[in-house]
């Protein structure tokens, strides 16, 4: 039975992918930064452990308490929607610890693992404001982009090693915590210069049809997670794969 550990389960793209590995038979690592209880089915293949991507100490006891994994899927994150003009640079900071800094220090903590037994697979959720350019989340699209290109560098590393690394871009998920688990950061981030643009975007937002489910990231992930080809980029969602 194959092991994997997932970050960012508690909502969203990594609750999902969770679930759907737990369909596949596979033993299941979910972590998020506080467990919580009955988002799973029970089974003995699941682990809920607590995990803060962005504390050294918090990633090192998780791996510990994890064992042996097969795959590791860097899933957690955080978003940010607003004008960049507004937006303080602690913030910038702050996202950049967890969706850039925080899947850099996972990696980090896996690959010797990896690179002794020659064998193991990264999966790196990004999005697909890396494949075309939206407004008013130029903070986010940045620490998504430099996941892409660390990626793209890290796959030819590791294949020296038979370690494989893969990219899963997800596209537009409405029905995700995506705005809610960053609500007081975004807070003030629309001044009023912006509002009439801001207004704009966001009723287009609304009027748009192919988005991403869940479903369709967690699929992408089991695909990209088994793939033995040197594919490096899985696109999910019909958004996404419109952008192909």
Not at 57 to 70: E, H, K, N, R
Not at 89 to 95: A, K, N
Request: charged residues 15%; aromatic residues 8%.
């Amino acid at each position: 039975m194959k092991t994997v550990l997932i970050t960012g389960c508690s909502s969203g793209y990594g609750l999902q992918t969770a679930r759907r590995f737990l369909a596949e038979g596979w033993k299941v690592i979910a972590t998020m930064r506080t467990p919580q209880e009955g988002l799973f089915p029970a089974s003995g293949n699941l682990c809920v452990l607590a995990l803060d991507v962005t504390q050294p100490d918090s990633i090192a006891q998780a791996l510990d308490a994890a064992g042996p994994i097969d795959v590791l899927v860097n899933n957690a994150g955080i978003g940010l929607l607003g004008a960049f003009e507004a937006t303080p640079m602690s913030t910038v900071r702050d996202i950049f610890e967890t969706n850039t800094f925080g899947v850099m220090a996972m990696c980090q903590a896996v690959i010797p693992r990896f690179r002794a037994r020659r064998a193991g697979t990264i999966v790196n959720v990004t999005s697909s404001a890396t494949l075309a350019a939206y407004p008013l989340v130029a903070c986010y699209t940045a620490s998504k982009s430099a996941i892409e290109g660390f990626t793209e560098s890290l796959e030819l590393e590791l294949k020296e090693f038979d370690v494989r690394v893969k990219l899963v871009e997800p596209g537009y998920g409405p029905t995700t915590s995506f705005a809610s688990n960053g609500q007081q950061r975004m807070q003030g981030l629309i001044p009023p210069a912006y509002e009439p643009f801001a207004h704009s975007i966001f009723a287009g937002y609304a009027k748009v049809t192919a988005v991403t489910r869940e479903t369709d990231v967690a699929e992408a992930v089991l695909k990209a997670a088994g793939d033995t080809t040197n594919q490096l980029r899985f696109r999910a969602g019909a958004d996404a794969l419109a952008l192909a």
